[in-house]
């Protein structure tokens, strides 16, 4: 408290550079070489938890020395065995040795600890740091340097199935919380010696860690260094996720549209590294991060490559529709009702307003009501529990629906809408994208409602508009549509056969853009000739 | 912060335009006008009229006598909503629409005299059917013409058709086919078009061919029969924007013959070998040649027919490649007589339907420009042209009987 | 700020062709048969041509100049103050054609879609629309036009299939007439329905390639005018010479008579126009930007978003100012052939004189 004290005022003052810590005060001061010093300079710094351990012990049964630790940190075992036991038991090949504080920490790091993890500190900070990070701390009276051992033990869950990327076919592994094993996840599937990861932390009091992965040789090397300097430039003082990490990087704040792309799937930062994407993991955030990110993303999803291209085209195809439809499927609705009734089939026309004669409200604010209850059913379905939610959902679609119609608030056809619309916001793949396109559905709305169909396009020119200027990372949204690339077009709507695909996307200006190898390249062209031509050269 | 200013200031610009809603009008907020009839109304008409569009006598009125516009509006609520749930049957067509006719000086000022009168805003969208009395036809029909091209909403695919008798009746009329009255008037002469009985003459085909200097419009020519059902009895023809004459049904095979239209839809009786047989056409072409003999064209009409013959009426004479010959042979006269006979009746009344003129003025500019050039030059000079007939007939098929 | 050159010949073609294509399709067809009644089609090749050949000028004057604007490098060719005036004159004749084009389209809207909506509302949402839009950067406005130009193309093309169905050959025939004199003005007055491909001269200094403006341009051209003989062929083979000279806007009528198989949409006139409506947008964002950047240019100014709302109220009162839609297009009709002489004589003008100085820009 007296500490914090001190460091308020200043910390108002200049905000950027001090963080109001405890720690900051010993930055770059040496650990005393008393023992008790440094016991009490622990005590000082963790004193009030109750989950710090301090255990003295006598190191080959002569020296004084003290172990720390969170204890639930720490894995208990290896300090039993590896650190406290080694220690206190001087090993037969170094009888005889000296062993006086001055030489006594090489000694032990050399010749008897059993832990690859052991550094040796002189600094008190890096020592409260070893601490927090779960790490154990050996000091001993007389020297002037503690031994930080690397004994992190925290409890994860398992790797699962990726909850909000599913796929029928293709690897079922999802990432987890703990940084490390994502990177174990991401390595494996990319043995290369290309693969680098730069850490670096984030967050003045998380100190939350985080890696940049990408490929050497393939990835734009300007590219690298904007994500580094972008994530550098952050000063924040938590990083709960990779989502606060997202919103101080994108180009545009204030856009609905998402400029980075976030995935729980190993393989899809996999596939995006070879690219020539950057992903960056945060620890604590089973989602990374994917740069830049271009809008035809958002409607891809893994298993378009893992099964065949005829097949996946459709469905993208579906999806692409489902997406466009999502965002302009009422206000078309309340345009034709309400200004353009001309439209439609005569029949149609005639039976549609006997749907509608009972209803008191104007197609825009009925459409407006009914669209409004829909998303406050769909939060409500998120937030409650599993077993209660598919109930909610039943009897608000079901229920509030046929209940609507009867009582003569909505008419039948506006429910028929409004279900399909909301329908085909699920079928985007890419939850943010789906969010945006949700939210835009409601000023086309009102737009619509307004200028009719003229209000529609121009709500839509606005949007196209808007989409054109987007940048993620300097790389144009709507790439490779606009600007043209035709290699890229292959994977644009249709996902052209992977024999097409022989080039990584050229908009992320790729070091090497060579994605199937010219021999593979040639074979499968030889393949389609022989096809043709039934038998042709040899060679 | 600039940004941000400028922003704000754009978007309040914004706003006012976004807080009104001129055209917003919910579709059962319109009456959807599905029908119009147009009569010539009598003398009593203008003691029936109100002052709406103008105060009585204060305006010096168009000369021609007043017209009688009756409308099918469609009553939302009474048509139920997807294919009829409770029974389609009980809806009497009668329930589905409302009718009711007004007079006026002119169709725009009967139009205001009926909006007078209904609380919606009449809306032509859906507008399929315009029905004009012979009468009206006979008398002149720029005044239908000009209202309903000026008015965007009108749908160029809408049919205008000439009533025999009077047009308001077809209005009231109440079929038991379809729900909706018009829509089965509409869908008599679509399917008439699909099964052949009938050239495609939509309301704009009518006005694209009464706008062309070498060629008249027509319409179809329709009757109502006594199950209040309608009868499409021939093609009225025009002279400018007045009806001439009227054809006989058969006839309409004449002139689907002449310009070779596809699918063929009529049938006709052929007497050889002492039996009567039916053949039903069913692929016509025909080339047209033109020429100008003694400064007068003359066109060289080839008519090619197929068709298969569907009756027979006695059991003797069965079919051999001699009788097919003779069949062949006896409808190629008659036809040829029955197209020279039809064109014969169009030239009397100088009213150029099939558009003979369009082939001069595009194949001969020359000859157009210094001898013909106008409308009404044609129409005179219609009557002198001269015609050649070849018909030729195959038979193709003669069924699922062997003789 | 220096904008990098990113604009590719594809794109260069897109902006010729999304510029042209506007408002102007709407009546063409009636033009075209006021010349030529069935020799429409030939009327509007002509008019073609002339267009090509005003644009060859530019495109050719813009290689001698590829880092300058018709703005700049006049002045190095004429001198100052004759460089002034002309460019004067460009500002102003693009800033009545962005107000005419709006009012032209707010009237077509308001005739045949929107009846009760005051028409200059609907004038000034295009107005705005098209000012939002020029304040971005000559990259994404050549990105703009590359999104759009299909959307541009497809309804055209699609109404020109649909239409052949009804149509009948006799009424484009006799295709060459013989000599009307009112051929010559209708020519003309199609030529200057090409002019927004004047954008050309904003767009060479910002090309990759300066050297490929000519075929990019061309190419755009042609296409553009491709597109409009087929519109005109079309209108008139549906509804013969006689009819259109009967109809204020006959490619809405094209659209009218046309219905999609199976009746999905009975009739497509609504959603044309609303599909025209990007068409018109493009347009207007060609010429305001041409304004709004020639200004910019005229003023020594880097930054040309400054001029892009500053103009917005001058364009937004001289396209309220013809009294009624006959006026309207009379004015449409003399301001046409009076630009002729800005967009065609001029630069020819400018191109014998820089041959004739041997004045040239520096190659990058």
């Known amino acids: 408290m007296r500490i914090l004290k001190g460091y308020g005022k200043p910390k108002q003052k200049k905000a950027v550079a001090a963080p109001g810590q405890k720690l900051d005060a010993y930055e770059n001061k040496p650990v005393s070489t008393r023992l008790d010093d440094t016991v009490d300079f622990i005590e000082m710094l963790f004193g009030g938890n109750s989950d710090l351990i301090i255990r003295h012990f006598r190191v080959f049964g002569e020296h004084p020395a003290v172990l720390a630790y969170f204890s639930n940190m720490a894995d208990q075992i290896t300090i039993n065995v590896d650190i406290l036991k080694p220690l206190m038991y001087k090993p037969s090949h170094l009888e005889g040795k000296p062993a006086e504080p001055p030489q006594l920490m090489e000694v032990l790091l050399n010749d008897a600890l059993y832990n690859s993890e052991a550094v040796r500190e002189t600094e008190l900070a890096k020592l409260a740091n070893g601490i927090l990070r779960g790490g154990t701390v050996v000091a001993i009276e007389g020297s002037g340097e503690v031994l930080v051992i690397g004994t992190r033990k925290i409890e994860k869950r398992a790797i699962d199935q990726p909850a909000t990327e599913q796929v029928i076919r293709g690897p079922r592994e999802g990432l987890i919380e703990q940084l490390g094993t994502n990177i174990a996840l991401i390595r494996y599937r990319l043995q290369s010696a290309d693969l680098r990861i730069h850490s670096m932390e984030i967050g003045r009091r998380t100190n939350s860690k985080v890696a940049i992965c990408f490929m050497e040789g393939i990835t734009n090397p300007e590219l690298v260094e904007e994500v580094k300097k972008r994530l550098s430039k952050i000063d924040i003082d938590a990083v709960m996720d990779s989502g606060y990490l997202e919103q101080f990087i994108e180009d545009n704040h204030i856009s609905p549209f998402p400029q980075v792309q976030y995935t729980e799937r190993p393989d899809k930062i996999v596939a995006n590294l070879l690219e020539g994407r950057v992903a960056i993991l945060v620890d604590g955030s089973p989602l990374a991060l994917v740069v830049p990110t271009v809008f035809s993303q958002f409607y891809q999803t893994v298993e378009d490559y893992t099964e065949r291209f005829l097949l996946m085209s459709a469905i993208r195809l579906a999806r692409l529709i489902a997406l466009v439809f999502s965002l302009v499927f009422p206000s078309i609705y309340v345009s034709i009702i309400s200004f353009n009734p001309e439209l439609i089939p005569t029949e149609f026309a005639v039976a549609v307003a006997g749907g509608r004669a009972g209803v008191p409200f104007p197609a825009v604010i009925e459409v407006l009501i009914i669209e409004t209850s829909m998303e406050v059913l769909r939060e409500a379905t998120i937030r409650l529990p599993q077993q209660v939610g598919g109930a909610l959902s039943i009897v608000g679609v079901l229920v509030v629906g046929q209940a609507a119609v009867a009582a003569g608030f909505a008419s039948p056809i506006t429910v028929v809408i409004i279900a399909l619309t909301t329908i085909g916001s699920f079928a985007t793949p890419a939850y943010n994208a789906a969010l945006a396109l949700r939210l835009l559905r409601f000023p086309l709305i009102v737009m619509a409602g307004v200028f009719g169909l003229y209000g529609v396009m121009i709500g839509l020119i606005l949007i196209a508009n808007h989409l054109l200027s987007l940048k993620s990372f300097g790389v144009p949204y709507l790439s490779p549509l606009v600007p043209g690339n035709f290699q890229g077009m292959k994977d644009l709507i249709v996902r052209g056969p992977l024999s097409w695909m022989t080039r990584r996307p050229s908009f992320l200006g790729p070091v090497d853009d060579r994605k199937l190898g010219e021999q593979t390249e040639k074979t499968l062209e030889g393949n389609l000739m022989d096809t043709a031509q039934e038998n042709g050269k040899e060679g | 912060m600039f940004k941000t200013v400028s922003l704000a200031l754009v978007l309040s610009m914004a706003v006012p335009l976004l807080t009104g809603c001129w055209d917003r009008l919910e579709l059962e907020e319109r009456a959807v006008v599905l029908g119009v009839s147009i009569d010539v109304a009598g003398e009593e008409a203008e003691a029936e009229e109100s002052e709406v569009s103008h105060v009585e006598g204060s305006l010096p009125l168009p000369d021609h006598a007043m017209v009688r516009v009756g409308v099918q509006i469609a009553l939302p609520g009474r048509i139920p909503l997807g294919p009829g749930e409770s029974g389609g049957g009980k809806g009497d067509s009668s329930q589905t629409v409302w009718v009711i006719d007004v007079v006026g000086h002119s169709i725009d000022d009967a139009f205001m005299n009926l909006q007078q009168q209904v609380s919606s805003k009449l809306f032509f969208g859906h507008l399929r059917v315009i029905v004009i009395s012979e009468a009206l036809a006979r008398r002149g029909m720029d005044n239908v013409n000009d209202y309903f091209r000026r008015n965007a909403e009108v749908r160029r695919m809408a049919w205008m058709i000439v009533s025999k008798g009077k047009a308001l009746d077809l209005m009231k009329a109440a079929p038991k086919l379809e729900r909706v009255p018009t829509l089965y008037l509409m869908s008599t002469l679509d399917e008439g078009v699909k099964l052949g009985k009938f050239p495609e003459d939509y309301i704009g085909i009518y006005w694209s061919h009464s706008s062309k200097k070498g060629q008249e419009g027509f319409l179809p020519y329709v009757q109502m029969k006594k199950e209040q059902n309608v009868e499409v009895s021939g093609l009225a023809y025009f002279r400018s924007d007045k009806m001439v004459g009227a054809t006989q049904p058969i006839e309409i095979a004449g002139y689907l013959g002449l310009k070779g239209i596809n699918p063929a839809g009529y049938r006709s009786f052929i007497n050889v070998a002492n039996n009567s047989f039916v053949s039903a056409a069913t692929q016509r072409r025909s080339s047209i040649k033109l020429e100008i003999r003694n400064g007068v064209p003359h066109f060289r009409i080839e008519v090619a027919l197929e068709v298969n013959i569907e009756e027979k009426i006695k059991q003797e004479a069965h079919i051999t490649p001699e009788v097919i010959r003779l069949i062949q042979q006896k409808q190629e006269k008659n036809s040829t007589l029955f197209y020279e006979n039809m064109l014969k009746k169009t030239q009397e009344k100088g009213s150029d339907i099939f558009g003979f003129g369009e082939r001069v003025r595009a194949k001969k500019p020359g000859y157009w420009n210094s001898e013909i050039k106008t409308k009404e030059a ?6 002198d042209v001269t015609f050649d007939i070849v018909v030729a007939v195959n038979v193709r098929r003669i069924g699922a009987k062997a003789l | 700020m220096e904008e990098k050159r990113q604009i590719t010949a594809i794109q260069t073609a897109a902006i010729i062709v999304s510029t042209i294509i506007g408002v102007g399709v709407l009546p063409l067809p009636l033009f075209a048969v006021r010349a030529g009644d069935s020799a429409a089609p030939l009327v509007t090749l002509l008019g073609m041509l002339l267009a090509i050949c005003g644009l060859a000028l530019i495109a050719w004057l813009g290689m001698r100049f590829p880092n300058q604007s018709i703005i700049q490098y006049s002045e190095a060719i004429i001198g100052k103050i004759p460089a002034w005036l002309g460019s004067l004159l460009i500002i102003v004749f693009f800033a009545v054609l962005t107000s005419l084009a709006a009012r032209e389209f707010g009237e077509v809207v308001v005739t045949s879609v929107l009846k009760r909506t005051p028409v200059e509302v609907t004038v000034i949402v295009m107005l705005l629309l098209a000012a939002i839009s020029t304040r971005k950067n000559i990259t994404t406005f050549a990105y703009l036009h590359h999104f759009y130009f299909p959307l541009l193309l497809f309804p ?117 126009l609303a599909v025209w409506v990007t068409a018109v947008f493009t347009t207007l964002l060609s010429s305001h930007f041409l304004t709004v950047r020639a200004t910019a240019h005229l003023f020594r100014m880097d930054d040309h978003k400054l001029f892009s709302f500053f103009l917005l109220p001058v364009v937004f009162v001289m396209a309220m100012l013809p009294q009624n839609i006959v006026q309207m297009y009379d004015i449409i009709e003399i301001v046409g052939r009076f630009g002729l002489s800005i967009t065609i004589l001029y630069p020819g003008l400018l191109l014998l004189i820089s041959i004739f100085r041997k004045k040239r820009g520096d190659v990058s």
């Open chain 2, 378 to 383: 044609w129409q005179r000079m219609y009557k």
């Open chain 3, 156 to 272: 055209g093309i699609l109404i020109v299939f649909l239409s052949l169905k009804n149509a009948d050959v006799i009424n484009l025939q006799p295709a060459f007439t013989t000599g009307s004199p009112g051929i010559w003005a209708g020519v003309l007055t199609i030529a200057a329905l090409f002019q927004g491909s004047f954008i050309l001269t904003m767009v060479i200094p910002a090309m990759r390639r300066p050297e490929r403006a000519m075929i990019a341009s061309m190419g755009g051209l042609a296409l553009a005018g491709g597109l409009y003989v087929a519109i005109v062929a079309a209108a008139v083979s549906v509804f013969g010479a006689e009819e259109i000279k009967k109809l204020l806007w006959p490619t809405l009528e094209l659209a009218k008579a046309t219905s999609l198989p199976a009746n999905v949409l009975e009739r497509l006139d609504a959603a044309f």
